[in-house]
């Protein structure tokens, strides 16, 4: 069975910090790999897809990386803002139906 | 562009009442998709569907049920509600299997 884990739980970083979050799943066979961010009491925007093939993917300050032989993916935040507090989630793909297996996600702080 | 429109945002029920949580994308998309979110847990899969009159279970389904009368609406029914479906309900949708999932905002149910 996929399972998806995500270290740290939380993490508190001073603003202008550069980080890494992690996701881990422990079967490769997967389609792709989404990161989502969540605000408090919101529903989930993706941030990034990767697909099976790729090994990473960028958008603005964001970078996420995928090696499927590892189980890992990371996500990169460049220099980090408060607006950057949420929490983040990381699914993967694992059948032809499209639904996502979910890690609990790591709840991120940016103090100015 | 409204994306994925969940009704209600928040519902208070009593133990043995039944409710149906309504969702609706305006984006032509043939996959949606219901989760719910626990305390400090990921996101499970209620149920799901890849189009129009096409619905399957995902790994949590007992005590709901879907229909997808419509390329837009994908409803999740609560028969006999119970304290333990007390959750955050989301619902999903994608274009394809493998392409970008976009999330609603999100149904608080409690169940007392």
């Known amino acids: 069975k996929q399972e998806v884990t995500q270290i740290p739980a939380a993490l508190s970083v001073p603003e202008g910090e550069n980080l890494v979050l992690n996701c881990s799943f422990t079967d490769s066979a997967i389609y792709n790999l989404q990161w989502f961010r969540q605000d408090p009491g919101k529903g989930l925007t993706s941030l990034l897809l990767i697909q099976s093939s790729q090994r990473e993917q960028t958008s603005g300050r964001l970078n996420a990386s995928l090696d499927k032989s590892s189980g890992r993916s990371t996500l990169y935040i460049a220099a980090s803002q408060p607006g950057d507090s949420a929490t983040y989630l990381c699914a993967v793909g694992t059948g032809s139906q499209g639904n996502l297996i979910f890690g609990k996600g790591t709840k991120l702080s940016v103090k100015p | 562009n409204a994306g994925v429109t969940q009704t209600p945002k928040f519902r208070i029920l009593k133990i043995g009442q039944s409710m149906t949580l309504q969702c609706a994308q305006d984006?032509?998309?043939?996959?949606m998709y219901w989760y719910r979110q626990d305390p400090g847990m990921g996101l499970k899969l209620i149920y799901y569907s890849v189009g129009a009159g096409i619905t399957d279970k995902g790994e949590v389904p007992n005590g709901y049920n879907v229909s997808r009368s419509t390329t837009e609406d994908f409803p999740l029914r609560l028969e006999l509600a119970a304290p333990s479906q007390t959750s955050v309900y989301f619902c999903a949708s994608s274009y394809s299997w493998d392409t970008e999932a976009f999330f609603g905002q999100g149904t608080r149910l409690t169940v007392v």
């Open positions: 984006m032509n998309h043939n996959y």
